[in-house]
Each structure stands twice: as C-alpha cells, then as structure tokens.
C-alpha cells in the first residue's frame, strides 16, 4: 500500500472550513483513498473514501487532484466536536482489510 | 444498527499473565480485524478472520492469536503478558471495504 504523507497539526476557527491535505504521490490506480479520524482514545471512526471522484457524505467532502497524487479532506463547519487526529489512508481495492496507519494530522479547532 | 462492540473495556493485569478480549462486529458484517495501538508504534495490524478462517496476520510474536466463531464474533489472546503490550486493541468490522471501528479495549500490564 502507498504510503501518506500529512502534517503533524492544523488549528481551525470554530464553524469555518477545515482543510485536511494529503499527499499519496506514490499511489496506484487501484488504491483507494480513505479518511478516519480518531477522538481521544476512541475507536477511530470512518470518514470517507473515494478512488478518484470528490465525494461528499454528511460528515466531509474528499477532493482528489486529477492525478491522484493528494487530495484534500474538507469539513465544511467545523466545530470542537471536530477536534481529533486525522488519518489518511490508501489502500488497494478487493486487498486484505489490512489498513497501514501512518501518524496522522492532529486537528484542533478553536473557539 | 448496533456499531462494533467490544469487551471488557478496561483490564489491568499483571506480566506472564494472560488476557482474552472480545468483539462482536456489526450485524452482518464477516470480516473482523484486529489493531493494537500504542503511543509510539501507533495503530499496528494484528490479524483479520473472515468466516472462522485467518487470512492475514500482521508482525506480532505468537503470544498474541485470535479466533473468530460461526456468528462472526472474535477473541483474542495474549499469553505471558509483558509490560509493553499494554495498549488499546482495537477491533474493527468489514463490508464493503470499509472498516468501522470499536471503542476498544485499553489493557494496561503491570
């Protein structure tokens, strides 16, 4: 699986747009890439995924550069509840579930 | 539907002991892999079952193992605790290619 590449940290201003980037520049036609966030000693929890279309569910929007070396993880309002390290993941489609985790961005959003 | 659930949630035990943890997926879903995560190594993968059967198992010595039952539940254990197993094992279910996660279970060996 292609490794990511993801800053330490980001702050964001309560109830604007965070904007989580991504580099995967190694990655394959068949990797899937795929956002978990994890809440202080949580489980992590899914996000999104998507191959090379954006994609958007109720929780993020997830744009993918057209060579689908990065891609950008958007949470439109952020609010506190929103604080909590995130992690960006390839992974090869129909692959073993086997997920490679790399140390993620810490998001803190601020009042 | 009722997400991942794992038990105990808590568990302090002593070195050379050994500890069973518990998951049972999400309704449905046959695949169940299991994580360990540590402040320095981070989320590290243990194993995955699918239907009773293991089909992938990560970089761990042999004292951790797993089974996984006919309902899709799944155990695993650690044999002759050590200090640095203590971490949070994280359990996580599969449909459609996508993961969803436990609370999971934090062990700390004393």
């Known amino acids: 699986d292609a490794k990511t590449t993801q800053p330490t940290s980001m702050d964001c201003a309560e109830g604007r747009a965070a904007n989580l980037p991504c580099n995967h520049s190694t990655i394959s036609g068949n990797e899937y890439v795929y956002w978990y966030r994890q809440i202080h000693s949580q489980g992590p929890q899914y996000i999104i995924h998507g191959l090379k279309n954006n994609e958007t569910n109720e929780m993020a929007s997830l744009i993918i550069t057209e060579d689908r070396k990065s891609s950008t993880l958007i949470l439109p309002h952020a609010t506190l509840r929103d604080t909590a390290v995130y992690y960006c993941?390839?992974?090869?489609?129909?692959?073993?579930?086997?997920?490679?985790w790399g140390a993620g961005t810490k998001l803190i959003i601020k009042p | 539907k009722a997400g991942v659930t794992q038990t105990p949630r808590y568990l302090i035990k002593t070195r050379g002991q050994q500890v069973t943890l518990s998951c049972s997926p999400i309704?449905?879903?046959?695949?169940v892999s299991w994580y360990q995560q540590t402040p320095g190594q981070g989320l590290q993968f243990l194993f995955e079952y699918f239907s009773e059967t293991q089909r992938n198992k990560g970089n761990f010595p042999g004292r951790f193992s797993g089974r996984q039952f006919s309902n899709s539940r799944s155990e695993m254990n650690v044999s002759t605790l050590e200090l640095g197993d203590s971490a949070l094992y994280l359990c996580?279910?599969?449909?459609?290619?996508?993961?969803?996660f436990g609370p999971g279970t934090r062990l700390l060996v004393l």
């Open positions: 309704s449905g879903h046959r695949s």
């Open positions: 996580a279910s599969t449909r459609q290619e996508t993961q969803y």
């Open positions: 993941i390839v992974r090869v489609a129909g692959s073993n579930y086997q997920l490679i």
